[in-house]
């Protein structure tokens, strides 16, 4: 089971945590991934971590604002949201899968989690 939360509203510029919390099946060897979907758009890859090497990879369109990072001790994957545009509204959600952090292709995973609204006004 995989529960994300922290989502809200807030002004452009400003900044969110996003966790994503694991329970219910082994932490090891797992990719979390995190994703969006803005209304009437496609579900898009945002950040991913992969829990046995630390591999992380962070989209283009937030590189630079956008931070992953893990708690393994209580099985929480986080991402730190930064100067935050308009444009980052979405659902957010955490999925998983066994395969690499890489392409960040919904279709590759296995699990997720329940979405969590971000809102930004300008």
């Known amino acids: 089971q995989l529960q994300a939360s922290g989502g809200g509203l807030v002004q452009a510029g400003g900044s969110l945590t996003l966790s994503c919390f694991a329970s219910g099946f082994g932490w090891n060897g797992y990719t979390i991934g995190w994703f969006r979907q803005a209304p009437g758009k496609e579900r898009e890859g945002v950040s991913c971590f992969h829990s046995i090497d630390g591999t992380t990879y962070v989209a283009d369109s937030v590189k630079g604002r956008f931070t992953i990072s893990s708690d393994s001790a209580k099985n929480t994957v986080s991402l730190q949201m930064n100067s935050l545009k308009p444009e980052d509204t979405a659902v957010y959600y955490c999925?998983?899968?066994?395969?690499?952090?890489?392409?960040?292709?919904?279709?590759?995973?296995?699990?997720w989690g329940r979405g969590t609204l971000v809102t930004v006004s300008s």
């Open positions: 999925a998983a899968t066994y395969g690499d952090c890489d392409e960040l292709l919904a279709s590759d995973y296995d699990y």
